[in-house]
């Protein structure tokens, strides 16, 4: 039971920290863009472009950690003791 106990504090600690850091990197990408397109507003197709791509692959590292948070709350073998040890099936 203290493996599913610390399987659910890990994965809520790393999608906590995940968020954070792709805020802060959402953050800090879109006001360079917006930066960038208040001095060169002819150049505003391409910086848009660029910072969509950057910032899909900046939430896509938040995705990854709730996939790993996932895996840990769900996929490890004390879940089914539990589960057994708390009526189910």
């Known amino acids: 039971m203290e493996f599913l106990v610390g399987s659910v504090w890990a994965a809520g600690l790393a999608i906590g920290i995940a968020a954070f850091g792709c805020g802060i990197g959402q953050g800090l990408g879109l006001s ?6 208040s001095r060169n507003p002819e150049a505003a197709g391409k910086i848009q472009v660029n910072m969509l791509i950057g910032l899909a ?3 896509s590292l938040c995705i990854y950690a709730l996939v790993v948070a996932l895996i840990l709350m769900y996929a490890h073998p004390a879940l089914k003791g539990a589960i057994a040890a708390l009526g189910g099936h």
Do not use: D
């Not at 360079?32 to 397109?37: E, N, Q, V, Y």
């Open 32 to 37: 360079g863009a917006m930066s960038g397109i």
């Open 57 to 59: 692959m900046i939430e």
